[in-house]
């Protein structure tokens, strides 16, 4: 028996159910990774690692010494502007720096 071919609607019919099905689940998965992402969001972090420290407390003291600096800087500009005087900067400065 010879193969007989599909007519072109039948086919036209078959790949848009084909196209319909992949488009729908994909809109399916986009909407469950979104969901997901969200959870994801809201939900707390996780504690950190007891033997690991935490990023955060070794980026403190490089802001600190920066604050420090800003705080001597401001200092320096008094004194040369003739408000602080020599001890007074002086003084400050120990008490900045914890000297």
């Known amino acids: ?3 007989r071919r599909r007519r072109p ?3 036209i019919a078959t790949t848009a159910v084909v196209a319909g099905t992949a488009a729908n689940m994909g809109a399916k998965s986009a909407q469950r990774s979104a969901a997901a992402a969200q959870d994801a969001q809201d939900a707390p972090p ?3 690692p007891a033997d690991e420290p935490a990023a955060p407390e070794a980026a ?3 802001a600190d010494v ?3 600096i800003e705080q001597v800087k401001q200092l320096a500009a008094l004194k040369d502007q003739g408000i602080l005087t ?3 900067f002086a003084a400050k400065k120990a ?3 914890g000297l």
């Open 86 to 88: 020599e001890e007074e």
């Open 46 to 48: 996780a504690p950190a």
């Open 95 to 97: 008490q900045i720096l």
């Open 66 to 68: 920066s604050a420090q």
């Open 1 to 3: 028996m010879p193969l």
């Open 60 to 62: 403190a003291p490089e």
């Open 9 to 11: 609607i039948a086919r």
